[in-house]
């Protein structure tokens, strides 16, 4: 090797065929002028060439490119402003498809991909050093960056068609960071100093986020029954899934089937550098699906299937609109405007079938401790009950139009169909009075104060001449068993963010009545999973409230 600072001479094919003098330090790129035949690719060749230098490898950053743009400084420049090289190279390394469906091809130039591709890997890259996960001995509160850090990471899940969780799992590592971030005693979250001080930990945005990614990257076999930290997360999970009176199930409040306009409480986010309102659901419901997953996997008895977990091998497979549902929850709860129209939050026809799970339940007299002003102890030291159950549920659509109850079979204004309006939460929002007859192919509805009949189709007769009709309203019927007894479902789903409510009354009548209340999470691979509520305490009153998740039978 010649020592440092010499002069190598390097025979390069140039049009005078005359070699060109490089200087080079060992251990240093240099630039120089290219060969006159690398000066005449075609642009287009060229970033052919700049595009395949960079899939000798998936994961992290494009390095195999900067070789090429050392080569000179004429290659530097037509390659460095190629906005449509940088655009495909962003397609070969993360989900694309899910974001042009949802933002729009205008907002996914060139030059908005090329800006991103940096920006991410460079988020990447701290997730991978761990940076932000834990504060500082002087620091109050999060650092400002990790809030970047964690919502790109949350939404790159949302985007997850395959690509993203590789970037995320298998370059950025982010398990780790999230594990210190959450179960360190210096983690940002700052839970585990909040519950040492018997404190309860303020739901931020950032928070939820956080607990999103959790559930979203989980993996049951890594939480082992001889470690400590697996425990540990079980009783942090527990206290947010459990608490119903601090960790709301869902915002906007869960008794309003038309919820108020209201101002969001989060500001704009940058996504794909354009603002956007963007505001993530509560953490209770990722909460109650990692704690349901860890107490399966940590403790003793009957083995439970759900919920079952993301990255579940049913679940590698996925679906392109896995979790499209989740992506429009956000943007319609950051709208802040609510009306009474069905919107993408909810897929129709998503719920029909069977479902397998269970649901929990803390002892009477700790929970009423905890209701009086316990601390988060109350429910870390509380035992927890688990009961399976099945159910079998029917999905009924009120379609905007009804042609069988036109004269002349035609859609006109005057058949148009006025919804079932809202009524008591505690009977999943049907209007006291309400009948409800089932026959063949759907159900009847008699609304009090009403002449007319609403006439709902079942989801799975409907024919394929009827799928494109909007669907005005969907009512849930069903039957389901648990060691309790037999029992009947009767529920709706609230139009503008999916939220699904659920009546349970046993059929021998001893057990009482029940209100289940939850969100669909996921598509194809998706659980239900929410609260159960006592219907005897009013809406303005905390109520006794346990857990549950359900999954579709397999």
């Not at 025979?11 to 290219?34: I, V």
């Not at 899940?157 to 969780?165: A, H, P, S, V």
């Not at 996504?271 to 963007?278: A, D, H, P, T, V």
């Not at 996997?297 to 079952?308: A, K, N, Q, S, W």
């Amino acid at each position: 090797m010649p020592p440092i600072g010499s002069r190598n001479r390097l025979q390069t094919g140039n049009s005078n065929n005359r070699p060109e003098l490089l200087y080079t330090y060992p251990g240093f790129p240099t630039m120089t002028t290219a060969p006159s035949a690398l000066n005449a690719i075609p642009q287009e060749v060229l970033e052919h060439i700049a595009f395949f230098s960079t899939n000798d490898t998936f994961l992290g950053p494009p390095s195999g490119l900067i070789p090429l743009l050392l080569t000179s400084r004429s290659i530097y420049s037509r390659l460095s402003l190629d906005h449509h090289l940088y655009a495909r190279i962003y397609a070969s390394k993360f989900d694309i498809g899910p974001v042009i469906r949802r933002i729009g091809s205008n907002s996914t130039v060139p030059s908005a991909l090329a800006a991103e591709l940096p920006k991410r890997f460079q988020i990447l890259k701290r997730i991978r050093d761990r940076l932000y996960s834990l504060l500082e001995d002087d620091d109050e509160d999060d650092h400002p960056m990790s809030h970047d850090l964690i919502f790109l990471a949350y939404s790159m899940m949302l985007e997850n068609e395959g690509k993203n969780e590789r970037q995320l799992r298998d370059y950025a590592k982010i398990d780790p960071w999230l594990r210190d971030y959450w179960f360190h005693e210096r983690g940002a979250s700052r839970v585990v100093d909040y519950l040492s001080m018997e404190g309860w930990v303020p739901e931020t945005p950032f928070r939820s986020m956080a607990m999103w990614l959790f559930w979203f990257i989980l993996r049951p076999n890594d939480h082992p029954k001889d470690n400590q930290e697996s425990w540990k997360a079980l009783n942090i999970f527990k206290v947010f899934a459990l608490a119903a009176h601090k960790y709301e199930l869902t915002n906007p409040a869960w008794h309003q089937f038309v919820p108020e306009p209201r101002i969001p409480k989060m500001d704009y986010i940058e996504y794909l550098s354009e603002k956007r309102r963007f505001v993530p659901p509560p953490l209770a419901t990722p909460a109650i699906l990692s704690f349901l997953t860890l107490v399966n996997e940590l403790t003793e008895g009957v083995g439970y299937t759900t919920p079952v977990p993301p990255s579940h091998p049913s679940s590698l497979q996925q679906e392109k609109l896995e979790w499209e549902c989740e992506w429009q929850r956000c943007v319609i709860v950051g709208q802040g405007d609510f009306d009474n129209i069905l919107t993408d939050a909810f897929r129709p026809g998503s719920i029909e079938g069977v479902w397998e799970g269970l649901f929990t339940y803390t002892e009477f007299t700790a929970y009423a401790a905890l209701l009086a002003g316990g601390d988060p102890h109350v429910i870390q030291e509380s035992m927890v009950v688990r009961h399976r159950q099945t159910w079998k549920l029917h999905e009924h659509h009120l379609l905007a139009f009804d042609a069988s109850r036109s004269d002349s079979g035609i859609g006109l204004d005057s058949d148009s169909v006025e919804p079932l309006p809202s009524g008591d939460p505690l009977r999943s929002y049907f209007p006291t009075g309400t009948q409800i007859c089932e026959i063949e192919a759907g159900i009847v509805v008699r609304a009090p104060n009403r002449n007319d009949v609403l006439r709902y189709q079942r989801a799975s007769s409907i024919g394929e001449e009827r799928q494109g009709v909007p669907v005005q309203d969907i009512i849930i019927t069903g039957e389901g068993h648990s060691a309790w007894g037999e029992f009947n479902l009767v529920g709706r789903v609230r139009p503008c963010d999916g939220f699904v409510s659920l009546s349970k009354e046993y059929v021998d009548g001893d057990r009482g009545k029940w209100l289940y209340r939850g969100y669909l999470v996921g598509n194809d691979n998706a659980n239900l999973a929410g609260r159960w509520r006592d219907t005897l305490t009013p809406t303005t009153i905390q109520g006794y409230e346990g857990c549950f998740a359900m999954s579709r039978r397999r």
